[in-house]
């Protein structure tokens, strides 16, 4: 799956409400703090983005926060468990699939083609 990797600023409330977003949403992601990160400072200078935040998701990049567009690069959605509630990752496009959750071990079908 997909590696997710946010370039962002601990002041910048765009940042603040993106990583917000991820952690609701269940999409796991790297924060990159580029004022506190040397490193960070330098992989972000090397992508010429011109702010924050910036996500790198595969080889996509995107600049700014936009939910739709960061939804559509992802190579699997997240799902909530019918009997406990607890969330997975689901790949996308792979037609109807069967899948069994590692909390409670309940399975179940998903269409995967949505």
Do not use: W
């Amino acid at each position: 799956m997909k590696k997710v990797i946010v370039y962002t600023t601990s002041t910048c409330p765009h940042c603040i409400n993106a990583k917000k977003f991820l952690k609701q949403e269940g999409i796991s992601f790297e924060d990159r703090d580029v004022n506190t990160n040397p490193i960070a400072r330098d992989e972000y200078a090397k992508l010429n983005a011109r702010g924050v935040p910036t996500f790198v998701i595969g080889d996509e990049v995107i600049e700014g926060f936009n939910e739709q567009k960061i939804k559509s690069l992802l190579d699997y959605f997240v799902i909530s468990c019918p009997s406990c509630k607890a969330r997975m990752r689901v790949p996308k496009n792979k037609g109807q699939i069967k899948v069994s959750c590692k909390k409670c071990e309940t399975q179940f079908m998903v269409n995967t083609n949505k």
